[in-house]
């Protein structure tokens, strides 16, 4: 009996460190950063969400990484970035919805393809930020604990269910 409230606890938990758990995305997957890739296609196989972090990994005296705004990403104009990463191992984490854009500052390597636009979907995320505005008045800086929020809700409805069945058939 003891045990299996345990047991219930323990996968209750587990689930709500599941949602709550931010991913790491190496960007390019095993190519990395570099020119040889296309940054699109591989985006486009990835969900991203505020709070991941996106590992840029390359030849530091070959590539760097930029931050842009749209205007920017979209001419690749990389000469007033946002940020400028240049260690060769730079993990950066998605702080807003929307796009985040990145493009390698070294010239001529945006226009080669070298660039990347990470996209955060605004639907769940927006109704989260606008139900805290209203409750809070406090705007997306705030969005982790809206999902640590949701997660102390399953963590506590699950576990009550779990035990009324325990209870029942022990
Ligand atoms: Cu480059």
Request: proline share 2%; hydrophobic share 45%.
């Amino acid at each position: 009996m003891r045990a299996s409230i345990v047991i219930a606890l323990l996968i209750a938990a587990t689930g709500a460190a599941s949602l709550t758990t931010a991913s790491v995305h190496n960007v390019g997957d095993f190519a990395g950063w570099t020119v040889e890739v296309n940054y699109s296609v591989w985006s486009s196989t990835k969900s991203f969400n505020v709070g991941d972090i996106i590992v840029f990994i390359y030849n530091k005296s070959l590539h760097d990484v930029v931050e842009l705004e749209e205007a920017d990403f979209s001419s690749c104009n990389v000469a007033s970035p946002i940020s400028t990463y240049s260690t060769g191992n730079d993990s950066i984490t998605i702080y807003r919805y929307g796009h985040s854009f990145f493009a390698c500052g070294f010239p001529g390597h945006c226009v080669a393809g070298q660039k990347l636009d990470i996209y955060v979907p605004k639907n769940l995320s927006a109704t989260l930020s606008a139900r805290r505005s209203a409750h809070h008045g406090k705007g997306e800086t705030t969005s982790i604990s809206g999902y640590g929020m949701v997660a102390v809700v399953v963590t506590v409805t699950v576990s009550v269910i779990i035990l009324r069945f325990v209870i029942f058939t022990c």
